[in-house]
């Protein structure tokens, strides 16, 4: 079964973010990553570009389709993860480690709030 | 509504497989091994397919092979006993309406199998063309169909079935006893690789497919599911109806000339395909790959311009994806026959990125 590590915070998009200093990591969950079956290329903005929360800032595409990446938060790009230029396979195989895909400093700090918890983002998923 | 499902469903749960509604069917569209495990076990070792949901029927009776000459494009009735042959089944204008193979089992008998998503139509379109000339057997609902596919295919089948299946050449079949399961074992595919496809009754299906994935595991093999396969067909070039063949367009146009056999022949569609074939077809279907560094692929329905910027379409894209072992991303489309030669230059807009692609001849994949 799926599994949601607790020290994350998640979106409706079946993202999750989790805090780095002043910065967040964001990337997907084993959900969509089972939804997506195996991930052939990962794009990714660039460093120092704004994103918005709910506006796509990338792309995904797996062998049998291509689904956008949503800002899950407004915020700077402050680190992008170059290993999925080559090994876009880590998305598959660790998720929440080194499949990680960018990481933002948020500009609206409200916008925090609005993500879920672990059980919620469970309880999302289990209504599916 | 609930979802079909084959005689081999517990089989794919037990397996961990992902299942998805593929026209009405519960399918495995890939197991824990993922798409790409499963695509490079075909290409290297040996995979299996549960593919029970596709159609099948009989067609017999004593004027059974005038009725087949008037269905088929290709030379179905003429040939040998034993024979496995593709074909295009089309309207009177030409379009397709499905591409199947016929088994000739005897001057009075073909046994047919037809596209999963056509099968009803393909089965009344048997019936309202081949008039009284036949009966049609419609046994879709009581025979399971396995795909055994990869280099290692052969010398395994031929193992479970003790040697009965030696000497088989390329789309020929047999009668024959797999595992102690009666089968009609076909040497054809639809990956590209040899294999065979191994027809029987659905209460004998579970046990077939377990005795070949004992067989398959120490060789490497896989159980492959429907992302595989069609992975698997797009880079050995092989059509798929319902993306790159329709009722809109004729084999002439897909690139399946070598099915449609005129000398002498009349059957539904060969006046249009006669005078197509005469006068070139205007539009035809390519395949392509993205250009290095673009890392995009185009999917179906994504349109083909002639040049980058805010130009007219002037095809589509019908079929698209990695090039699992061929590398790079690959696809097919429709384009004008102005722009089909190899080498040509096409951009594809991928959801609003123009994105060049170049014109390939022949299949992505080849095996060696």
């Given at each position: 079964m799926s599994n949601f590590p607790g020290n994350l915070k998640y979106t409706n998009d079946h993202e999750w973010l989790e805090a780095k200093g002043s910065a967040w990591r964001v990337g997907i969950t084993q959900f969509a990553v089972d939804a997506l079956g195996d991930i052939t290329i990962?794009?990714?903005?660039?460093?120092?570009?704004?994103?918005?929360?709910?506006?796509?800032?990338?792309?995904?595409?797996?062998?049998?389709?291509?689904?956008?990446?949503?800002?899950?938060v407004s915020g700077k790009v402050t680190a992008i993860n170059g290993d999925l230029d080559g090994k876009p396979e880590l998305v598959n195989s660790e998720p929440y480690a080194g499949g990680w895909m960018i990481e933002l400093e948020p500009t609206e700090a409200s916008e925090l709030d609005e993500l879920m918890s672990p059980d919620d983002y469970g309880k999302h998923v289990a209504a599916q | 509504m609930d979802r079909r499902k084959t005689p081999l469903w517990d089989a794919h749960k037990q397996l961990g497989a992902r299942l998805i509604d593929f026209g009405g069917w519960d399918m495995p569209v890939s197991y824990p091994a993922g798409t790409i495990k499963e695509h490079k076990a075909v290409r290297e070792a040996v995979g299996l397919f549960d593919v029970s949901h596709m159609g099948e029927c009989y067609l017999r009776g004593p004027r059974v092979r005038e009725a087949v000459e008037k269905l088929t494009t290709n030379a179905v009735a003429a040939a040998p006993i034993g024979k496995a042959v593709y074909t295009l089944l089309c309207t009177p204008s030409g379009g397709v309406v499905d591409d199947c193979i016929f088994y000739k089992r005897s001057d009075e008998e073909f046994f047919v199998i037809v596209n999963a998503s056509n099968t009803a139509k393909d089965l009344a379109w048997f019936r309202e063309h081949?008039?009284?000339?036949?009966?049609v057997v419609d046994v879709s609902d009581d025979t399971a169909l396995i795909a055994v596919q990869g280099p290692k295919a052969l010398a395994m089948v031929d193992a479970l079935a003790n040697g009965a299946l030696a000497g088989m050449t390329s789309f020929t079949f047999r009668d024959a006893v797999v595992a102690g399961v009666s089968c009609v074992a076909a040497r054809t595919g639809y990956t590209g690789e040899d294999g065979f496809e191994l027809a029987c009754a659905n209460q004998d299906a579970p046990a077939l497919w377990a005795a070949l994935l004992e067989a398959a595991t120490p060789l490497g093999g896989l159980a492959v599911g429907l992302g595989a396969r069609d992975s698997l067909r797009l880079e050995a070039k092989l059509p798929l109806y319902g993306n790159d063949l329709d009722d809109d367009h004729t084999p002439l146009e897909a690139g399946l000339g070598w099915a449609v056999k005129l000398d002498n022949r009349e059957f539904l569609g060969s006046d249009v395909l006669r005078r197509q074939k005469a006068e070139g077809v205007k539009r035809q279907l390519v395949g392509f790959r993205i250009d290095d560094g673009a890392r995009a692929?185009?999917?179906?329905?994504?349109?083909?311009?002639?040049a980058p910027g805010p130009g007219k379409e002037i095809g589509v894209v019908t079929s698209g994806g990695p090039g699992i072992v061929v590398g790079g991303a690959i696809g097919l489309a429709y384009v004008p026959s102005t722009h089909a030669s190899a080498g040509s230059t096409l951009t594809i807009d991928c959801r609003g990125k123009d994105v060049t692609a170049t014109v390939v001849s022949g299949k992505f994949y080849k095996r060696s």
């Open positions: 990962v794009s990714l903005p660039n460093v120092g570009d704004l994103v918005t929360k709910g506006q796509r800032f990338g792309t995904i595409e797996s062998v049998k389709s291509v689904s956008d990446l949503y800002a899950p | 081949t008039h009284s000339l036949c009966d692929i185009a999917r179906q329905g994504y349109g083909v311009k002639a």
